[in-house]
């Protein structure tokens, strides 16, 4: 195509045009960048989360410390006895946190992909638009150099034309193959993030196995102090007048609790209804109603308890009322964490040695309704259910009490 010919002037003119629009399209059209601040929500979360699990991690290894630091292993026994519901929680709690950081990590993965993905499509199309630029400039000047086709202009004017024209050209190819090199090193950043997201999320999820396994070696030593009765007997003898005389004063502490309740449920009718197990998962009577340790002790309630027993749910044996919801407790003394119904006509239940409680005082409870979860607060051998039967502040065998 000679461009000096009135025919190759217009074939000139027409993909001069198509040149100029290229040019005016392919800054419109602009790839979307993800910014690192579209994220930051997650990594906010992700941020959270991670100083959470780092303050678990220093709670795990003081409690470990404690335990390590026993001058005999009765001392360990006695810190681990104490500790072991702390560090299951605290571990529970860590596993909560891995599953969340793995959840907002895969967020990210899969958002990261789309962008990627969007990202490639779109450079896809400006790389497609360039070369039809660069094809319609060769057609337009064949094996013309641009300094001869701005030579061979007819006119002054068209030189000054084609001159401006092609300079602009030169100037946005530049541009353009810069910020094509620009979006393919952000293309790989996002990619080289993914893989790090892939490979963080492989971390959280050997470190999750590594806690799993902790989790099921706590369980297993709390487990284990569930039958601790002779032990619990032993210590109990081998310090009988002491405990004798604290067990005096839990008794005497309960009973003007019990006392006070009574002023106003003697008055009012009976509500309970039959009376059924505290538990769904316990079934095993470990310590007796009644005399125990030779007779040198009386057992106020029975001891329940089992396999996966900490932790699990305390259920309200009948309808009632919460009148006593005991928070506050000193470890190796008394009924621990414990809650006392109130099913009216005198009759109350008491469920101790909880772990934590679920109801409050004055809140009306159910049959089989969770009011507390299974634990070993206060003078406690393991996880277990105490579980009393009052009547008019007198304890009675609650097997006798209950039905089903």
């Known amino acids: 195509m000679n461009p000096r ?15 100029v629009a290229i040019m005016f399209i392919l800054p419109s059209l602009s790839l979307l960048v993800r910014a ?34 026993a001058s005999s292993e009765k001392a360990r026994q006695e810190v681990l006895k104490e500790q072991i519901g702390e560090q299951i929680d605290t571990t529970q709690q860590q596993i909560n946190i891995l599953t969340q950081r793995i959840g907002l990590l895969n967020q990210n993965i899969a958002k990261k992909e789309d962008e990627a ?27 013309t150099s641009t300094l001869g086709m701005v030579l061979d202009a007819d006119s002054y004017s068209q030189m000054v034309m084609r001159a401006e024209v092609t300079s602009r050209v030169a100037e946005h190819d530049k541009g353009m193959i810069e910020q094509l090199t620009l979006e393919m090193k952000e293309l790989n950043r996002i990619k080289e993030s993914i893989e790090d997201d892939k490979q963080r999320v492989e971390e959280d999820k050997r470190e999750m196995g590594e806690k799993k396994d902790e989790l099921d070696s706590q369980m297993e030593q709390a487990e284990s ?5 002779a032990a619990m007997e032993q210590q109990f003898l081998a310090n009988k007048t ?19 309740i009574n002023k106003a449920s003697q008055k009012a009718p009976y509500v309970g209804g039959d ?3 505290p538990s769904a998962t316990l079934f095993q009577v470990t310590s007796g109603f009644g005399g125990r340790f ?38 190796g003394y008394g009924y621990g964490i414990y809650v006392i119904v109130d099913h009216g006509g005198g009759v109350q239940t008491l469920y101790a040695h909880c772990s934590a409680l679920n109801v409050t005082e004055g809140q009306v409870v159910a ?30 065998n609650p097997v006798t009490y209950l039905k089903g």
């Open 275 to 277: 009376l059924q197990w």
């Open 36 to 69: 690192d601040d579209d994220f930051s929500e997650e990594q906010a979360q992700i941020s959270d989360l991670n100083s959470q699990y780092k303050d678990l991690q220093q709670r795990q290894n003081q409690i470990q410390s404690q335990i390590n630091q």
């Open 242 to 260: 002491q405990l004798q005389k604290q067990m005096q004063q839990v008794q005497a502490e309960i009973s003007a609790i019990y006392a006070e």
């Open 225 to 229: 102090k569930i039958h601790e009765y």
């Open 117 to 143: 993905e969007q990202k490639q499509q779109e450079i896809n199309q400006s790389f497609e638009l360039l070369k039809q630029r660069m094809r319609a400039m060769y057609m337009t000047t064949g094996n």
């Open 5 to 19: 010919t009135p025919k190759g002037k217009r074939i000139f003119a027409a993909v001069m045009a198509v040149i």
């Open 294 to 331: 030779g007779g040198s002790d009386y057992h106020t309630g029975i001891d329940i308890s089992g396999g996966g027993a900490y932790g699990s749910a305390v259920l309200a044996a009948g309808t009632g009322t919460v009148v006593k919801a005991n928070t506050t407790y000193t470890d």
């Open 367 to 396: 049959t089989g309704q969770k009011i507390a979860q299974v634990g070993s607060t206060g003078w406690s051998s393991g996880p277990h259910i105490h579980f009393e039967v009052r009547v008019n502040g007198q304890a009675q």
